[in-house]
């Protein structure tokens, strides 16, 4: 494909991606090393996990719903919440992140790939068969049952001697180092393939997000890749990291587990922040407000992150210094990322704003995750969170930034984003159809767990029994809940389907949008861009409509 | 014993002196990101309302603004200065609420099991299972420990919970400023039970609690009831004896199990999966899985009337 | 499948052109290294938190063998200087490139030869993984590293095979630096575990 740019049929438009002649056939994708391939892949396996996460959410609330319930016994119930968070974290989360950043980050920095296609593949590949093993120990006698956190001695062999576990930690082992990859993978390409003249301050929000979350990627999975080869070792060659009885330390695992466990969280948060960062400006038609300081702030919350782990384990009594910095440090991210919620809502102040589904998106993540954040600073407040850990406002506190934070963000992303990777527009009625049954479904679901939590029900209980005040009547109307908030995802599946075959074509920029990607073609052609373009201001193509002013400076409406 | 009338299950539920200096400062704290949440809504709610793109719109772009550093300098410095006064209070709240422990010797320790809790009185020599008594008014210095994995100790009206954590003793103060019936559950994943691991504590005036802990300390009267007898036979030819301890009796001194020594003054059986009465205890001890699946008492195939006088007997040891 | 040479390609050279003008293997490299030094880091911090309770210091003054190992370790420190000299050398294009490549790969081996031995010994002295926490943490840090140099050693093969396929198809600057890169970073990381593991104990 060296000739591809002198190909005839890469000069006439291809307006759809099924018409793209470099994708013609299965193997054309399974053998692909072209990012925007492995992006859709990427974001395709994420969706099938997340069908396989949300079901085991929804068996959650299903043996929830009510007191001494018995839908799934107690061994399941361990293990589908397990199976859940795991799921949900690593094969949903992190192949999202990938998805987005490697689709978009070539586009959008003006290059025609990323700087190591081959490698890009093989993180996708690993993602896939680590994931793929994880399920596997349903077959080989049991799934993993410890938690997606795995606090050993419970995680031991002596506890759960079922080889799910092994599987467990093999299998993020796995994917951890795909995920390494791919991050120096997107380091790299960022640093040294963006088109003349865009400078590290010209790049979108998005990008410079990306680069902050590969930098964590890089640093953070190590430390959880050594906890595995220990606990792996642990179980396997009976040594004795974290077994107690010899003078092994659970606490260890704990602190090696957090020391990734929360740079993890922001890892899985900032490709939505990215995303926003973009929708917002266009759908507000103005410029993002205070672009630098937003990128500043994310350098903050970067370094910050690493600083913070020990607030997952307040109530391990510690002492007072060793737990007090961490509620600081804890404490103090939330000016950075207050800046940013800020920013967003001063980027909106005094636009047009234009109401699409992936603006509405944009808006309630704003809401929720703002929500979820002040939760977040309530258990940095350490007395609090001795009231509060380990209860369900614990659980509400993450479904909030998780599923009304990056979820919500991403979902965002794929309306604004399809058009581009499709050539097709999404359906907007099924769209607000879908964002409004999700955001009642949500909140429905997950506001109530806060009181729950408050009404003293810890988290990762099977059941719970008759006659605790509230716990019933609030567990039931949370479960009913996640049945429309389940029924939302069908609809917003569907919608990608029938948008695929009915959406109306979309054209280069349906958006009039105003960073790199809307210059090529939608579908992109397989190289990107005819020409690379010069780029003189963080909006290239408003420059191009104005002759100037990309950068807020000199332009009167 | 019914747990449905115990006292109000909430952490807003004072029911000790460091609840109530937690609850103070959860009410502060939920306070400001109530005021941060509104303003956050609020905002959202006016910029929807006053700039949706007009029907006749010239479709021209509105002002372009990159940023604006007074507002900026204001949004950095109020939430600054926001966390820096939680900062504060957290540090003074923490002293207050877990001081130093110095010397003190624990008043009780709590022993985490899979998926029972242990209780020891170390200055009266007494252990005890699943029912915790507190005398009202005493700040009792708790000493937290697991036995397995890890469990966490959490009496909801207690306020703080710990975690109890194997080679790693914990320890906490709790003075409790009302009596009653308090309830919890373990709050640290420990495995098949977890959810039914739950935590019985009475807060009872001190003359009761002597009189308890006096009770408690004393070997558990022998019934001469014909059952009673043939009971104790049973129990220490069946295998009881290898979980079980029952103070007094020289073969039944194991402690896998809970300590059975004053079994007949608990009001229910297996952290509060049964009413403790004669016929609940032989059901459980035919079948305990039937009542706490995946617990680690095993079904002891008995007869009826075996199980029958071996409940007697514990129904006796008072 | 495509063939993306093109497309890796870095864009022609624009006077707008603000890239980090690194190439890009190496930095690929550097980064991984990176993220390859948390990973022993925290190996290492496993190590010396069990080192004052528990005994462990004390263990490994025991059972270890410090100027054995010492001389098997001055072998690998001196592998780094030699790979320096092959790099020069191929700088300038000198056929001495191929023979210190191979004093390289030799020490190398040289330095796993003594670790195979080492472990050997312990484990007659059953000594073993499994045994105690000295030598859980003792077995894992010290296997880790020794799997590292293999790796390189591997590396450093295939390096001087293509090397010595002559000049029409050279190895690239960049990707001798790589592996040399590597391989003194596996060296680095042994400074650090031998002066933990070994030579510690004599500082109290
Ligand atoms: C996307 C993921 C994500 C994000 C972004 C966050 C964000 C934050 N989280 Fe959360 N967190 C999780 C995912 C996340 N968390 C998960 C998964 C767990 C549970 C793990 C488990 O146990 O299973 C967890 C658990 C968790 C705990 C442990 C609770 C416990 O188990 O006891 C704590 C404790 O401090 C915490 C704190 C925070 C803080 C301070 C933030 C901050 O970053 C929030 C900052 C944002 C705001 C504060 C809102 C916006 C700010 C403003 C509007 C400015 C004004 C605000 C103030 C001045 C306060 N989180
Ligand atoms: C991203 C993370 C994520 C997501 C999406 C969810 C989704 C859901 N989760 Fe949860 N959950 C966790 C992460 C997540 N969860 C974690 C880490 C734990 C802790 C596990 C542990 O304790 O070990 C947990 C635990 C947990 C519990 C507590 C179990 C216990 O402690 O006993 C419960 C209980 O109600 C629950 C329920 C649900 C429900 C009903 C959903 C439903 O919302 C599911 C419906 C799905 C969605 C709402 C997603 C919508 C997405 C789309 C529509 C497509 C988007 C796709 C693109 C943008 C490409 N989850
Ligand atoms: Cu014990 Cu949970
Ligand atoms: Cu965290």
Redesign the interface.
């Known amino acids: ?2 000739d591809s740019a002198l190909h005839p049929h890469s000069h006439k438009p291809v307006n759809w991606l099924r018409d793209v002649p ?1 994708y013609q056939g299965i193997l054309s994708w399974l ?1 692909s ?2 990012h925007k391939q492995l992006g859709i892949l990427y974001i395709l396996s994420a969706f099938a996990f997340l069908v396989v996460g949300a079901f085991l959410g929804l068996l959650i609330r299903i043996q929830l719903m009510f007191p001494m319930n018995h839908v799934i ?3 399941a119930y ?1 293990q589908v919440f397990t199976v859940h968070g795991t799921t949900m974290v690593f094969f949903v989360g992190m192949p999202l992140l990938f998805g987005f950043a490697v689709y978009l980050t070539p586009l959008m920095i ?4 990323m ?3 081959r ?1 890009n593949s093989f993180g996708y590949w690993v993602y896939v068969f680590g994931a793929i093993m994880m399920f596997f120990s349903f077959l080989a006698g049991g799934a993993p049952a ?2 997606w956190f795995a ?1 050993p ?2 995680s031991e062999k002596g ?2 001697f079922n080889s799910g576990q092994n599987y467990w930690a093999l299998s993020l082992f796995v994917t951890g180092i795909g995920s ?1 990859a791919t ?3 997107l ?2 390409t960022i ?10 301050k010209r790049v979108p929000l998005f990008v410079w997000m990306i680069l902050m979350d590969a930098f964590l990627v ?6 959880l ?3 595995l ?2 606990i792996l ?1 642990d179980r396997i ?5 974290f077994d ?9 695992w704990q602190h ?1 587990f957090w ?1 990734f466990g929360h740079p993890e969280v922001y890892i899985l948060i900032l490709p939505g922040w990215g995303a926003i960062s973009e929708i917002i400006p266009v759908f ?4 993002l ?5 937003m990128a500043a702030s994310t350098v903050a919350i970067t370094f910050l992150s690493f600083g913070v782990w020990v607030h997952h384990m307040f ?3 510690l002492g ?1 210094a060793p ?2 910095i961490f ?2 440090t804890s ?2 991210i ?2 950075p990322t ?2 940013k ?3 967003w ?2 980027t ?8 699409t589904t992936a603006m509405l998106h944009s ?1 309630a993540f ?2 929720q995750f ?2 979820g954040g ?2 977040g ?2 258990f ?5 969170d ?6 369900y406002f614990v659980v509400a506190h993450f479904h909030y930034v998780l599923v009304g934070g990056m979820l919500f963000s991403l979902i965002a992303g794929v309306y604004y984003w399809y058009p581009k990777a499709t050539g097709r527009m999404m359906s907007e009625t099924l769209g607000k159809w879908q964002f409004w049954l999700m955001t009642v479904g949500f909140n429905g679901t997950f506001f109530v767990l806060h009181i729950l939590g ?16 509230g716990w019933a009547e609030l567990n039931f109307f949370s479960s009913c809940c996640s049945f429309i908030l389940v029924f939302s995802i069908l609809l917003f599946v569907y919608n990608l389907i029938w948008s695929f075959y009915h959406g109306q074509i979309a054209g280069p920029n349906p958006w009039n949008a105003w960073t790199l990607e809307w210059l090529c073609e939608s579908p992109p052609i ?2 990107n861009f005819e020409r ?1 373009p ?2 003189r201001s963080r909006r290239p193509l408003w420059d191009l409509q104005f002759g100037s ?1 990309g ?3 000199n ?3 | 014993m019914d747990l449905k009338n115990a006292d109000f299950t909430s952490i807003f539920n004072v029911a000790t002196a460091q609840n109530k200096l937690l609850v103070d400062l959860h009410w502060f704290t939920l306070g400001i990101c109530l005021v941060i949440a509104f303003v956050v809504t609020g905002l959202m709610v006016a910029i929807i309302a006053k700039f949706r793109t007009p029907e006749n719109d010239d479709g021209s772009e509105p002002k372009q603004i990159h940023g604006n550093t007074r507002l900026e300098i204001i949004w950095t410095a109020i939430p600054m200065l926001i966390v820096t006064v939680l900062g504060v209070l957290t540090a003074v709240t923490m002293i207050m609420v877990n001081p130093a422990v110095g010397t003190k010797k624990p008043d009780v320790i709590v022993v985490g099991h899979q998926w029972w809790w242990e209780y020891q009185y170390p200055k009266y020599g007494v252990t005890t299972a699943n029912e915790l008594y507190l005398p009202v008014g005493e700040n009792a210095l708790f000493e937290i420990r697991a036995a397995d994995v890890v469990h966490s100790f959490w009496v909801v009206a207690f306020g703080q919970k710990m975690d109890a954590i194997p080679g790693h003793p914990t320890n906490m103060f709790v003075h409790p400023t009302k009596t009653g019936l308090f309830l919890g559950t373990c709050s640290e994943y420990c495995g098949a039970q977890h959810g039914l691991m739950r935590i019985i504590a009475h807060v009872v005036s001190k003359p009761e609690f002597d009189d308890w802990i006096k009770q408690q300390a004393a070997l558990p009267q022998q019934s001469t009831d014909p059952a009673a007898v043939k009971g104790k036979e049973l129990f220490n030819s069946a295998t009881c004896v290898q979980c079980h301890r029952i103070a007094g009796d020289a073969e039944a001194t194991a402690r896998i199990g809970p300590d059975l020594t004053h079994i007949a003054t608990r009001g229910t059986l297996g952290a509060g999966v049964l009413e403790n009465t004669t016929d609940n205890l032989a059901k459980w001890m035919q079948n305990p899985q039937q009542f706490k699946p995946g617990c680690n008492m095993p079904n002891m195939r008995l007869t009826n009337e075996e199980a029958h006088d071996i409940a007697v007997y514990l129904e006796n040891l008072k | 499948m495509h063939n993306h040479s093109t497309a890796v390609a870095p864009p022609p050279p624009h006077p707008l052109d603000s890239n980090l003008k690194m190439n890009r293997n190496i930095m690929g490299m550097l980064l991984f290294i990176g993220s390859e030094s948390m990973f022993f880091l925290l190996l290492i911090l496993a190590y010396v938190n069990f080192h004052n309770q528990y005994g462990t210091g004390s263990m490994a003054a025991w059972h270890l063998d410090v100027f054995k190992t010492g001389m098997f370790s001055i072998a690998l420190f001196s592998s780094s200087f030699t790979l320096w000299l092959a790099e020069k050398a191929h700088a300038k294009n000198s056929g001495m490139a191929i023979v210190w490549m191979l004093v390289t790969i030799g020490l190398g081996a040289v330095f796993i030869a003594g670790q195979a031995l080492e472990y050997t010994e312990l484990i007659k002295e059953n000594l073993t993984i499994s045994r105690d926490l000295f030598g859980t943490t003792f077995f894992t840090l010290t296997g880790f590293h020794g799997f590292h140099v293999i790796v390189g050693l591997i590396l450093l093969c295939v390096a001087l095979w293509v090397m010595a396929r002559g000049k029409e198809h050279e190895i690239t600057e960049a990707g001798l630096t790589c592996v040399s890169l590597y391989w003194h970073f596996v060296d680095v990381v042994w400074v650090a575990v031998f002066s933990v593991v070994y030579l510690w104990r004599f500082v109290q």
């Open positions: 494909m060296t470099e053998t090393i072209d016994s107690q061994e361990n003006g290059a025609r790939d700087a190591f296609p490698l410890a938690g606090y001695p419970l506890y759960l390494v991050g120096v993978n380091v790299v640093l040294t393939m963006r088109a003349p003249g865009m400078t590290l890089i640093f953070s999975l190590p430390a890749n050594a906890a080869v220990m070792f060659l009976n040594t004795h990291f107690a009885t010899v003078g092994g330390s659970p606490l260890l090696f020391f507000s038609r103005k410029l407000f205070g672009a630098g300081v109530a391990t009594g007072f737990l007090y509620a600081v404490l103090l939330a000016v207050g800046i919620v800020w920013s809502l001063a909106m102040w005094g636009g047009k704003l234009k109401f808006m704003l809401i703002t929500i002040l939760s600073v309530m940095a407040v350490i007395p609090l001795w009231q509060l850990t380990d209860s408050i009404l003293g029900m810890p988290r990762r209980v099977y059941t719970y029994p008759l006659g605790m005040p397989a190289e690379v010069v780029v002013g950068d807020g400076e332009y009167h409406a």
